[in-house]
């Protein structure tokens, strides 16, 4: 076994595994669950050690976003989606990286976003949401390099996935340029390579980046309403 695969939908995951198989010989294998849920990072451990493996790269990967005014998302969905991107992703770093830093080598990727680097009105909670991921990322790399150990935060722009879909945005994604994953993917492993502490792929993401340093942080934010000003989960608000 090559591979843990863990997500809710086990057909997709099985799809993608069989492929692996045939194009690359890799071996998955699939835990399907519900990683917002409050005692996931124990229930994908438990499962970790009955395989009795040791993890040597850990993808923080799966997370979601909430566009639109606060006050057409419950507080159970902005719940969920704290528990997703923030606890569970930290949970599984302070179950993994130890055993990690024992062994003196190992690697994780913690998904955040060029959102991290400044607030984003009209998705307030997600993009402080990645903001923890990335200086909490930033952190234990500078704990975890010197003991063998790499931690990246990885701050992708605009990306092809169903990422706007679900996040309340449909159709977003046809009106702005984005990257593939296939992209975003082929920079992470060069900066995991290079043992960087953070990347974003695309130069015109890493401007994006540096927006918030070449204005004040009130004209940046008020730039940013107009990304998701006319999102689906907006219908209630004129401004
Ligand atoms: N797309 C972008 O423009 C963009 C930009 C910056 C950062 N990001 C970040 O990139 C990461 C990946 O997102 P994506 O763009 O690939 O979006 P996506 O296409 O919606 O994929 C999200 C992934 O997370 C999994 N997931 C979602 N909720 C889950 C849950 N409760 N339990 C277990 N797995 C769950 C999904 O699998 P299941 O639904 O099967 O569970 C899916 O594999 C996220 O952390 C996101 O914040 C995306």
Request: proline share 3%; net charge positive; charged share 20%.
């Amino acid at each position: 076994m090559h591979l843990i695969l863990a997500a809710r939908r086990t057909e997709q995951m099985n799809a993608l595994a069989q492929d692996l198989l045939t194009k690359h010989g890799t071996n998955c294998h699939i835990v399907t669950i519900d990683l917002a849920a409050p005692d996931a990072g124990r229930l994908l451990m438990d499962e970790i050690d009955r395989l009795g493996v040791n993890v040597e790269l850990l993808v923080n990967n799966a997370g979601i976003g909430l566009i639109g005014a606060i006050e057409n998302a419950t507080p159970e969905e902005v719940q969920r989606m704290l528990n997703l991107n923030i606890l569970t992703l930290t949970d599984l770093t302070y179950r993994i990286l130890p055993g990690m830093l024992e062994r003196g080598h190992g690697a994780i990727i913690n998904v955040s976003s060029v959102a991290a680097f400044q607030p984003v009105a009209f998705m307030g909670a997600y993009s402080a949401s990645k903001s923890y991921v990335l200086h909490f990322s930033e952190a234990l790399w500078a704990e975890a390099r010197s003991r063998g150990v790499t931690v990246l935060g990885l701050c992708p722009g605009v990306t092809t996935t169903e990422f706007f879909e679900r996040a309340g945005a449909p159709g977003w994604l046809d009106k702005h340029s984005s990257q593939t994953t296939f992209k975003v993917v082929k920079t992470a492993l060069s900066a995991l390579e290079k043992r960087r502490q953070y990347v974003i792929p695309g130069w015109k993401n890493y401007f994006l980046s540096l927006l918030v340093r070449l204005t004040t942080r009130r004209t940046a934010v008020n730039e940013s309403k107009r990304y998701f000003r006319s999102g689906k989960r907006n219908n209630k608000t004129s401004e």
